[in-house]
């Protein structure tokens, strides 16, 4: 299969790269192709005539976006535009993340794709219009993930809260978490598995929650890596209402995965994730 591969250099890319490594990928760096314009990314379509484009890349600062908003929206919105004509011409499948900050947060159980999103950010809303806008295209898949963690990507690409955390614990600092937050994390390594499986499959294109199954406090997930580390936490407990963010984060943001499951995809549970993510980082020390 012919891929081309945008936003490579991040902790998702790069975990698309090495799952996808015995096909064709395509992956040109922002200096090559820019998102943001239209004619480079029908060009770059044109001329790579992929089979599938795996859309990494997003303006993901969520609190800059507030006073960055038509940056977050060419990036997160329009650039999926130009990504969703340009596959349409070329008769490609596309692949592009979302988050679960489309969703306000004020829910009790795990979001579905049949829940109606409500974004409450700059950043949240320039992701929403991007997914419609992907869904545009004839054959796209819009997979959600949130909270990703993973084996390292380039240097200077962003580690994620799960990564910040576990290499606080590691050093033995105090770990500041979110006490009244709830997520399901998302493993670089099984989204990118559950990519290649939903192309090889041919499941039927549309929206997906992609995440590792569960829902936990970012103080559980905090006091899970600990305990799988056997490393002491010393955490510092936050709240929304104290943690004076720009934009504003969903409270509940957890996410069901059970509808790629339904279609032959399922997903492992975040804490089995956990426990092979820092195997593998120990495998890596060692």
Not at 15 to 44: N, S
Not at 89 to 108: C, K, N, P, W
Request: aromatic share 6%.
């Amino acid at each position: 299969m012919r891929i081309l591969l945008i936003g490579a250099r991040g902790l998702l890319g790069a975990a698309m790269r090495r799952e996808f490594r015995d096909d064709e990928v395509h992956a040109p760096d922002h200096g090559q192709l820019d998102l943001t314009d239209r004619d480079a990314v029908a060009g770059a379509v044109a001329r790579t005539k992929p089979d599938a484009i795996i859309n990494c890349a997003a303006y993901n600062n969520v609190d800059e976006a507030e006073s960055q908003a038509v940056r977050a929206m060419d990036v997160n919105a329009f650039g999926v535009l130009s990504l969703a004509e340009a596959a349409a011409r070329a008769g490609a499948i596309l692949v592009h993340y979302s988050t679960d900050f489309v969703f306000d947060g004020e829910a009790d159980r795990p979001y579905t794709e049949e829940d109606r999103p409500g974004p409450r950010s700059v950043y949240a809303s320039s992701k929403l219009l991007g997914e419609w806008f992907a869904l545009d295209a004839p054959h796209a898949y819009v997979l959600r993930v949130e909270s990703l963690f993973g084996q390292s990507a380039p240097e200077g690409a962003r580690t994620g809260s799960l990564g910040t955390i576990v290499q606080r614990l590691t050093r033995g600092y105090e770990v500041p978490v979110f006490v009244d937050r709830t997520a399901s994390p998302s493993y670089t390594t099984d989204v990118a598995r559950a990519t290649h499986e939903i192309l090889a499959r041919g499941i039927a294109p549309g929206l997906y929650h992609c995440v590792n199954d569960g829902a936990a406090t970012w103080l559980e997930i905090a006091e899970e890596a600990a305990r799988v580390l056997n490393v002491p936490l010393r955490h510092k407990p936050l709240t929304l209402a104290t943690a004076k963010l720009a934009a504003p984060r969903p409270r509940y943001c957890a996410l069901s995965p059970r509808k790629l499951a339904d279609a032959g995809i399922p997903m492992p549970t975040w804490q089995d994730a956990l426990r092979r993510w820092l195997a593998q980082g120990a495998r890596l020390r060692a």
